[in-house]
């Protein structure tokens, strides 16, 4: 994993498949009814535990794990009906290490995976958006990612370079990513003319922002930390302390969020490029 070299231990316990299967799978059903009950979609984070787990040993770097197998189809049959039930979409984070297959068994069963911008690409530049898949939601980044505007900045190098987390070369790779990505902007209508330099990152994120909105995907999510042009992402994975992980509060509150004139006009660009 590029972004997190060392490996991730969560320091969470995971369901016993037995234990599942001789419960009747109570455990899984009352988490996602419990998810779905007062929201029209819940996001399955790591979504490939459904069908297997790793599992570190407590103690023991997560180099010293091991898989657990888990019964795929049961959950894949309960999340429909589940679903069905409560009139609500599910959204599966199909990121990292993902079984080969896998993400074709989730659109079998009507589970949306994710298109992030940064994966999105070939080996010499990112893909247009028009190429991402129909069968998944579009985003610029996650709450494990750099946002735009930190990523335009260098500042998550600088961040996880300070913990230990970086790998060598990053910063001059940066450079290169930032003209390829600043091309696709450009070729896709996303964006004009240069692109602007790393402390000016204000362009890249409107520009990011219409990039993705153009993808057919049947939903985009637009972060709301990119909404608000903000450096910071929530969640460093790989950190506990060493990080503020999901300790910061945005400045407006939830209901004047759109008063913000920057947020209005992010959310017009993002209206406006829409299939």
Avoid: C, K
Wanted: proline content about 9%; overall charge negative; glycine content about 10%.
């Amino acid at each position: 994993d590029e972004f997190n070299r060392a490996g991730q231990d969560w320091g969470l316990s995971g369901f016993s498949p037995p234990a599942l299967i001789a419960t009747g799978f109570e455990p899984f059903l009352s988490t996602v009814r419990a998810a779905m009950r007062h929201a029209g979609g819940v996001r399955i984070d790591h979504i490939m535990g459904l069908q297997r787990l790793w599992l570190v040993p407590e103690g023991a770097s997560p180099a010293d794990g091991a898989y657990l197998d888990y019964p795929l189809d049961d959950f894949l049959r309960l999340l429909a009906l589940e679903s069905h039930r409560h009139g609500a979409v599910v959204i599966g984070e199909d990121l990292g290490t993902v079984r080969r297959g896998f993400r074709r068994r989730l659109s079998q069963a009507g589970i949306a995976g994710m298109d992030v911008m940064w994966f999105e690409r070939n080996r010499s530049s990112f893909r247009t958006p028009s190429r991402w898949r129909r069968d998944a939601v579009s985003m610029t980044t996650t709450h494990d990612l750099p946002t735009v505007a930190g990523w335009w900045q260098g500042n998550d190098i600088d961040v996880r370079t300070e913990l230990g987390l970086s790998a060598t070369g990053e910063a001059e790779q940066r450079q290169g990513d930032r003209r390829r990505l600043w091309q696709a902007f450009t070729a896709a209508g996303a964006a004009q003319g240069p692109a602007p330099p790393p402390d000016d990152p204000a362009p890249a994120v409107d520009a990011a922002l219409g990039f993705v909105a153009a993808s057919p995907a049947p939903l985009m999510l637009a972060p709301v930390e990119d909404l608000l042009g903000l450096v910071d992402q929530p969640n460093l994975p790989g950190t506990i302390d060493e990080h503020p992980n999901w300790r910061r509060r945005f400045e407006p509150p939830a209901a004047a969020l759109f008063d913000d004139p920057a947020v209005a006009r992010r959310a017009a660009i993002i209206v406006a490029r829409r299939p």
